[in-house]
């Protein structure tokens, strides 16, 4: 985040009502309409070997899941590019497997010495991985689903190419676009996985799918490019929102995906110029002043009593106890362990995430996240809404969701919202132990796919749907 001038401007704030009937938007229970399960994801243990014939290829773990993830969207595409846009399905021509660390190899795009990636190439129609560093490296993090995600994704500008213009892909598409598509045909990809249909691998909307989301947050690009950049990718909130929307709508939602739509969502861009600290606000006693009046303007309009912060062990007396954050209902005041909040909100260091080696800062808004979803606790209460409960925790994060969108607007109020900021809070709803999605007494829904939707909604649309869709 970043302190900017006072802002003046009248704007509405947030409103909250007690409760509502469901929508069926999302229910606590479910993901995206599946039922959310617990079970080993990857490499079916009685997958078939993938007739498929792939250069360079080796035994190792990383070309077993490359090729069977290639064999099994084909197998996906095979059946939805004939009925969904009436194309025949082709295979890819050609599969290459290379170690960007050893014997350099060329295929219609180049050398691929030191190209840790894996990528589609059009010139050749081929794709190509990295068994060398990219996939061991994404294993290690993720487990076998990371290559499923990478490659699903990669096979997505294949089918890219096969669409052409049923996709509304020409010449002059901008990257952003092509990537955004890529994402949300991977999103399609998983949820026929989900629901059991492919031989080769098994996911669980759960930790599998988690895992999934986290493989996206890592190739995610750094906070404060550009969307027109033409390497663009996205952030991780505009890369997960493509593969949920691929995921929820699937692949005819996908090729609609044009520079028009994306206009409206797309979160990346630059540093404001007057954000001198690339949006780092160290966790003290002027950044939570900041926190508490940013707070209390964005809910002022639900006329309730605002809790006060008070730093101490993190813990109420006599509970609830969710270090390093507790709303304490007794006396309406939420109890920060300021140190560990400090800790959390160290600047990200993006390099060291890829080996898996991170000083455990997940940026300003991750720490600042943590203590506006105790605080929204207090504002559900003051409302009369239930605290402990699964929906507790998905209105809970749609609140830090609407908050963060509410900074901007805020009259008299210096917190700013800065690029990379909602990536953080990202971040921290896919950690083990985020309060950001939790309910009052720590308890938080499995799946981060519900999480992260649910935080979503409410930067996108606003307070109102979160006692809609999570009463
Ligand atoms: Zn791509």
Redesign the pocket.
Known sequence: MRAGALAVAIAGTLVLAACGGNDGGTAAGSVAGLPVTHFESGLRPDAPTPDLDVRNVSDDDADRLATATIADVEDYWSGELPDDFGVKFDPVEKLLSYESNGTNQTNGCGDTKKNVNAFYCGQDDSIAWDRGVLLPTMIQQFGPLSVVTVLS??FG?AVQYRLQDKAGITRSTPTIV??QQ?DCFAGSYYRWVAEGKSKYFRVSTAEGLNAALSSLFLVRDSAGTAATDNQA?GTAFDRIFAFQLGFEQGPKECAKIDMTSLQSRLTERPFDQADRNEGTLPINDTTLDFLKQSLDAAFAGAHVPSPEIVPGSGACSGGPATPPASYCPSDNTVNIDVDTLAALGREVNQSAEWNGETSGGHGDFAALSEIASRYALAIEKGVGASLDNANAGLRTACLVGAWAAATNKLPNTVLRLSAGDLDEAISDLLRPDSLVAADVNGKRVDAGFTRVEAMRTGYLKGSTPCSKQYG
């Open positions: 994704h990669e500008h092509k990537e890529a990718h």
